[in-house]
């Protein structure tokens, strides 16, 4: 069979249309980054308001968006009936990749600003490289939830408890 083929044959089997894979993995994308973000914000935030270093601040902010990356798919999978445990593993699936990908991108950035980490918070350098990092991260991380989805895995795994 050829690619072509099989491609519409896997289309009208998801019935989702050839715009699908992108439309799916930019939704996908857009879940994790919404975990990230309040993560990254928060991390950034607290280190920031604090005066941690930038290690310890790049540190707390990659830890809290895993954290609330997880909880937001946790939740999901939660009210779809499954227990605590079998919903981590899901969440744990789903989202490592993602979240990875995204975080390395975003405190690159950040990091690779002149001058951002050591901004303060009433400063738009801050939150302007901040949104910028965010935007960037979610632009890359698309092809790869794209890629990871074409194969069953990422966000997929969560689609069969939705």
């Known amino acids: 069979m050829d690619h072509s083929a099989h491609r ?9 249309g ?7 993995a930019a939704q996908a994308t857009l879940h994790c980054l919404t975990g990230c973000a309040i993560g990254e ?3 950034m935030v607290i280190g920031t308001a ?49 979240i990875a990908v995204m975080e390395l991108i975003d405190n690159t950035i950040m990091v690779g600003v002149p001058g951002a ?3 303060g918070l009433s400063q738009a350098l801050f939150w302007v490289s901040l ?9 890359l991380t698309t092809p790869v939830n794209r890629w990871m ?3 069953g895995k990422g966000h997929a795994v969560v689609h069969a408890y939705h």
């Open 18 to 24: 050839p715009g699908a894979p992108w439309r799916t």
């Open 8 to 16: 519409h044959q896997h289309e009208h089997h998801t019935h989702q």
């Open 41 to 43: 914000v928060l991390g």
């Open 50 to 98: 604090a005066g941690l270093h930038n290690a310890a601040t790049v540190v707390l902010s990659i830890a809290l968006a895993f954290v609330f990356g997880y909880a937001l798919t946790m939740r999901g999978v939660l009210r779809a009936g499954l227990p605590l445990r079998q919903a981590l593993k899901v969440a744990l699936a789903a989202d490592t990749v993602s």
């Open 131 to 139: 949104a910028a990092s965010l935007a960037v991260a979610f632009a």
């Open 117 to 119: 980490m050591d901004a």
């Open 149 to 151: 989805i074409s194969r």
